[in-house]
């Protein structure tokens, strides 16, 4: 089936780093129309998108995070803050903030843009998690929560990965407990990673075990 949805869909992949091109008002603007449009809980819409251009600013995000995440931030042109507000949805505002990242690192695709989805949501709100750390930086005010930042770019490299078979995931009006073994994608994928993790030699021979 030819379906331009699901084409986007299969080809999103994680892009760890980007090239220096421009992103232009005409893209971002249609990548925020794609989160403003995302589902929320009872159309609440909790959201916030903080568009990151300062290069000081994202350098201050670089010491907050990963090692693996400082290239994303530092070399995409622009990083988009998704933030809720969690008074306004208490029940769901992670989904709601999900949502809405999702919906924009697929219209990034669907231009021929990169994304790489940076969850730094901290479950119990850690004073000393990246969440906490980078809200001081954005100045985000306490009942608003940062779901995820989203690095924005032309990719430098074309990232490939598998999925696992619908037969390995799909239940039919109840859940079945497989006997529990792995399959060929997840073996194939135990002992890529292994090797990825033991012995890397550079970032970037972790970054494919993450897409």
Known sequence: MNNKVLKTIRERRSNFRFKSTPISDEQLNLILEAGRWAPSWANTQP????????????????????TIS???????????????????????????????TQNMALAAQSIGL????????SLHNEKKSAERKIKEILKIP?????????????????????RKELSDIVDFNSFSVKEEKYSKFESAKKES???????????????????
Do not use: Y
Request: proline fraction near 5%; aromatic fraction near 10%; charge should be positive.
């Open 193 to 211: 990673t292994e090797k990825k993790f033991l012995t890397p030699s550079s970032a970037r021979e972790i970054e494919p075990a993450l897409v």
């Open 70 to 100: 400082r290239l994303n931030v530092k070399e995409a042109p622009i990083c988009i803050a998704i933030c809720v507000n969690s008074k306004t949805d208490q029940f769901h505002f992670i989904e709601d903030g999900a949502a809405a």
């Open 142 to 162: 306490d009942q608003w929560r940062l779901i995820s930042i989203l690095p924005l770019g032309v990719p430098k490299f074309d990232e490939k990965k598998s």
């Open 47 to 66: 959201w916030r998108f903080i568009i990151i251009k300062d290069e000081a600013i994202k350098e201050r995000i670089c010491s907050k995070v990963t």
């Open 114 to 121: 990169g994304t790489c989805w940076m969850g730094v949501f």
